[in-house]
Structure formats: structure tokens, C-alpha cells
């Protein structure tokens, strides 16, 4: 039996220098100094923007279809998601003036009225539909859409609401 386990020692022994030589250039490829390899310097990574921050559109909401706002802040990406709807709503922005004027004949009075109105759409139907971070600038970036056609059904609601309340005061 002890023959055995020398005999098997042997062989284990054997095969662990016969695998050696495969593993890191073998026993002494482990410890060559002079083929140190030097680190793999790598281009640094150049991200183009996305063709909406640079003007261009975007390539999923045509301006035909859509009224788009684009935001820039250097603080957070909730600063330009406002920024951008705050772009898009300076497009919406509709002004209505209505001049009355009153005549009394008892009296030969003269009165005028002028109704200046101001329709602020509240913008229904917004969404921030994209982003981007500029790494090299440390600005985010915010893209928002609405649809037109919302949109203009919004704004002829409103101008709906207000011809009626002036024909009320007529």
C-alpha cells in the first residue's frame, strides 16, 4: 500500500508538469519581468449630440405633426424638462382684443369699453419624449412634444369659452 500512494503521488506529479508548460508559458513564464505589457490607451469616447439639440429635428416627431420645445440647463435634467416645456409654450401663447363701445342718446354719454383677453393654454397633452446629456459641457438636454392637433383643439376651446362670455357682455 505504500507503494501505492507513492505511485500515485508519481503520477500526479507527473501530470502537473506535463500541464505546466500550457499555463503561462510554464513555470518560468510566470515570472519573465522584462515582458511587461503596458496598459492599452484608449481614445476618449466622442458622442455626437442627438439631431434635435442641434436644431435639426427630431427624426420621430415631425414638425408637421408636432410643436416642439427644446431645454438646456447646466443643473439637472428637471431644470430642462421645465425649460423645454416653458420653449414650447411660448409657440401656444394667443391674444385675443375685443374693443366695445356704448353710446346713450338721453344723456349724450359716451362710454367705451375696451375687453383685452389673454389666452394662456394650459398645456394638456405635453410630454418630454427625450433627453441628453452633453458630458463634455455638463448640460442636460430635454426635447417636448405636442401633438398639433391637440393642440389646436385646445386653443379653440378656449377661444370658444371666451367669444361666448364677450357675446354675454354684448
Not at 75 to 82: G, L, M, P, T, Y
Not at 110 to 138: A, Q
Request: aromatic share 8%; charged share 30%; glycine share 8%.
Amino acid at each position: 500500500m505504500p507503494n501505492m500512494k507513492k505511485t500515485i503521488q508519481f503520477i500526479a506529479g507527473c501530470v502537473l508538469v506535463a500541464l505546466l508548460p500550457g499555463c503561462a508559458g510554464g513555470i518560468t513564464g510566470a515570472y519573465k519581468k522584462d515582458e511587461i505589457k503596458a496598459p492599452l490607451v484608449e481614445k476618449p469616447l466622442v458622442v455626437k449630440p442627438p439631431d434635435w439639440v442641434l436644431g435639426r429635428g427630431h427624426p420621430k416627431y415631425p414638425l408637421s405633426q408636432y410643436i416642439v420645445g427644446v431645454g438646456i440647463s447646466d443643473k439637472s435634467s428637471v431644470s430642462a424638462n421645465e425649460s423645454s416645456r416653458s420653449e414650447l409654450a411660448k409657440s401656444l401663447k394667443v391674444k385675443i382684443k375685443s374693443k366695445m363701445e356704448d353710446y346713450s342718446d338721453n344723456e349724450r354719454t359716451l362710454i367705451r369699453r375696451l375687453i383685452e383677453t389673454e389666452v394662456n393654454t394650459v398645456l394638456e397633452g405635453v410630454e418630454i419624449k427625450d433627453g441628453w446629456y452633453d458630458n463634455s459641457k455638463k448640460v442636460y438636454y430635454s426635447f417636448t412634444v405636442l401633438d398639433r392637433v391637440l393642440a389646436a383643439a385646445g386653443i379653440q376651446d378656449r377661444i370658444t369659452e371666451i367669444e361666448f362670455l364677450l357675446e354675454k357682455y354684448l
